[in-house]
């Protein structure tokens, strides 16, 4: 058997009859982060996670620019040859004190932060993982060959089912919860005060990557851990959202970051994040902490996405990030509204099976801090449009609905479903 036979059938017309023709398409020039040329016309992106808006700020360009001009391009080596910089060690200190953690390693993205702690596993260990965890932690686990436990999406009582039964096993390895922050197809947060509790019962220790949630949620933005005033062992985080760069981030106890480095093959023997990567989140993690304004930006602008699609009769789940997903049953009716509302200057997320759940397709619709109120409108009136038609919202809007209260810097954490004020 030609192990090549497989891709055949992944034509141009497959790709086209399936709608998996919405990805990967091409964007052209971009215009402060916001829009950008597609197909023609001029569209409001959407679907960035560039949440602070930074990545078009003039102060993280010429920071990035700054880095090519002194280092060059590239370190053409791996971290532990020639390729580590005093802008990596900086950045690595910057980026622990901010997330209230001992050290951390940078890495040159973050689906290799996240494989950075398979090192940590072995195969008497148990991992429990939430179901729409991303899927670099899961990689984790298999890379480190772990046994996976995992828990039905929030659900504490099936995550105490497993501790338990684990436990009932009398397997003597390690115990490891793994969870995002805040979850990249729905937007909606941890319980992680919940978490912690079963972690403490049960001996576990608590990874949480706050890729959606560093820069935005807590007092200071340090993401989900200072949103409830706790400390995970290990965050990680990619350094693509807020930090308007390309990298990623763990950030634990010095002697765990310090073991990570020599023995996690995916960082060992990989190139160094590029000095212009690097440089432009450290700009970018100056900004993040000076201008507080723009995290309170992109939760006020959420908010009222949020309550504008829900006056609609639109249903954003059980978020209450910026991250706003706009449940559209059905696969085909999700791709065809893509495409509309693309025609109608407005460029989404498409999420369908196998990124969600066949039956729960989203369209993910972020904006930054750097979008205006006229941009928020447009994407609004979009929506009202495209969603009577596909037939997802009535023709004329409910009388009543439900809203979203998004915790700003300094309030007492809210969190999903309904938004239940959690005691802190
Ligand atoms: C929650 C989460 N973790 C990890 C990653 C991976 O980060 P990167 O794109 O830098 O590899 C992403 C990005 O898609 C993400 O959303």
């Known amino acids: ?24 398409r091409t964007i052209g020039d971009t215009f402060d982060g916001t829009e950008a040329e597609f197909e023609g016309r001029r569209v409001i992106i959407a679907a960035s996670h560039d949440y602070l808006g930074l990545s078009a700020d003039p102060r993280v360009r010429e920071a990035a620019v700054a880095a090519v001009r002194r280092f060059g391009t590239s370190l053409g080596g791996s971290r532990a040859g020639s390729g580590t910089l005093e802008l990596h060690e900086e950045l690595e200190s910057r980026l622990a004190e901010f997330m209230g953690q001992e050290a951390a390693a940078v890495l040159p993205s973050g689906y290799q932060a996240n494989l950075m702690l398979a090192p940590l596993l072995t195969d008497s260990d148990v991992v429990f993982s939430d179901f729409f965890n991303h899927v670099s932690l899961g ?12 828990f039905l999406h929030g659900n504490l ?17 390690g115990k490891i919860i793994f969870t995002d922050g805040v979850f990249s197809a729905e937007g909606d947060l941890c319980d992680l005060p919940g978490l912690m509790k079963l972690a403490d019962s049960y001996r576990a220790r608590v990874v949480v990557d706050s890729s959606h949630d560093l820069g935005v949620l807590g007092q200071t933005g340090a993401g989900a851990g200072e949103h409830f005033g706790l400390r995970p062992d290990l965050v990680t985080s990619a350094l693509s959202k807020s930090l308007a760069s390309v990298g990623g981030v763990i950030a634990g106890p010095a002697d765990v970051i310090r073991y ?6 995916t960082a060992m023997f990989t190139a160094a994040a590029s ?10 993690l100056t900004i993040l902490q000076a201008e507080p304004q ?40 999700c791709l065809r509204m893509w495409q509309e509302l693309c025609t109608a200057g407005v460029f989404t997320a498409p999420m369908v099976h196998p990124i969600v759940r066949a039956g729960r397709e989203v369209l993910r619709v972020t904006l930054t801090a750097a979008h205006t109120d006229a941009q928020l409108e447009q994407v609004l009136i979009a929506f009202e449009h495209v969603g009577r038609n596909a037939g997802v919202i009535p023709r004329s809007a409910p009388g009543s609905h439900t809203p979203v209260r998004i915790a700003h810097p300094g309030e007492a954490p809210l969190s999903g479903p309904d938004n239940v004020r959690l005691v802190p």
């Open 157 to 173: 009582d099936h995550l105490e089912e497993l501790l338990q039964a684990s436990d009932d096993t009398g397997i003597d390895g």
């Open 275 to 284: 000095p212009a990567n690097v440089a432009a989140a450290l700009a970018a």
């Open 260 to 265: 990570l480095r020599f023995h996690a093959r």
């Open 139 to 150: 990689e984790a686990v298999a890379l480190g060959r772990a046994k996976e436990r995992k």
């Open 294 to 333: 723009r995290r309170i930006r992109v939760l006020d602008l959420a908010e009222r996405l949020h309550n504008g699609l829900r006056a609609l009769g639109f249903d954003t789940g059980a978020s209450v990030t910026p991250v706003v997903p706009v449940l559209v049953t059905g696969r085909e009716r």
């Open 1 to 24: 058997m030609d192990i090549l036979e497989k891709c055949r059938p992944w034509t141009e017309e497959h790709l086209r009859r399936t709608g998996r023709d919405c990805y990967f």
